[in-house]
């Protein structure tokens, strides 16, 4: 069992105001983020940089231990608070993520310590992956040690990378595509909202 971890802990300097509270299918992208993976996963939990933060979104909210250290720190936070056997992670600013990859993502994980995607562009997306249990003492000591980058987790950690072709994924999808400036939130949901160049694999 593996438990969806919603990352949801960021400042949104670049869009000038909270960019998860922004109008996404009627709701607010947060919302849509959330109530996507409930329908596919049996626990949701929202990683925040501070508890009362969202207070609207009825799933558990997981405080980061290690304030102002990014998302490794949101990881470290929700592995502890899952008790499951890991978590999928998936940043709440990715408007058109896709539980039903994630849970292809889990499947294919199989033993490896953590599964992440590789574009055409050879750049990993440490923010919608599928992580271990077993990297959680592993996320800690880098967390101690001032080490903050996801990669660096993947460097000590039996890491699995996927193409995103592999799963279907074309180079012009939005499913990987973040949001942080104005002119990001334009694009993927300002014309069309429902828009999603993604074709599942067969």
């Known amino acids: 069992m593996y438990a969806a971890l919603i990352l949801a ?36 939990l929202l990683s925040v940089d ?27 936070a929700g592995l502890e608070a899952a ?17 039903e990859t994630a849970l292809r993502m889990i499947e294919l994980c199989g033993e490896h310590e953590i599964c992440v995607i590789r574009d055409e562009r050879g750049r990993f997306e440490p923010l919608f992956g599928c992580y271990r249990m077993s990297v959680l ?21 039996d890491t699995l990378v996927i193409a ?9 999808s939005r499913m990987l595509a973040n949001m942080n400036r104005p002119e ?3 694009k993927l949901l300002g014309a069309d909202k429902t828009a999603l160049a993604f074709s599942p694999q067969e």
């Open 9 to 44: 802990g960021g400042k949104s300097r670049r869009m000038g105001r909270d960019k998860l509270m922004l109008p996404q299918d009627g709701s607010t992208v947060l919302e849509t983020a959330v109530r996507r993976f409930s329908e596919k996963f049996s626990r949701v």
């Open 50 to 76: 501070n508890a009362s933060r969202y207070p609207e979104i009825p799933v558990p909210h997981v405080a980061d231990k290690f304030p102002g250290c990014g998302p490794l720190a949101g990881l470290h």
């Open 83 to 99: 008790g499951e056997e890991g978590v999928f992670l998936a940043a709440a600013d990715l408007p058109f993520s896709d539980p």
């Open 137 to 157: 003492t592993k996320a800690e000591e880098l967390l101690v040690t001032g080490k903050r980058a996801m990669t660096d987790l993947f460097e000590i950690s």
């Open 164 to 172: 995103a072709s592999e799963l279907g994924i074309r180079e012009d």
């Open 184 to 186: 990001d939130y334009k």
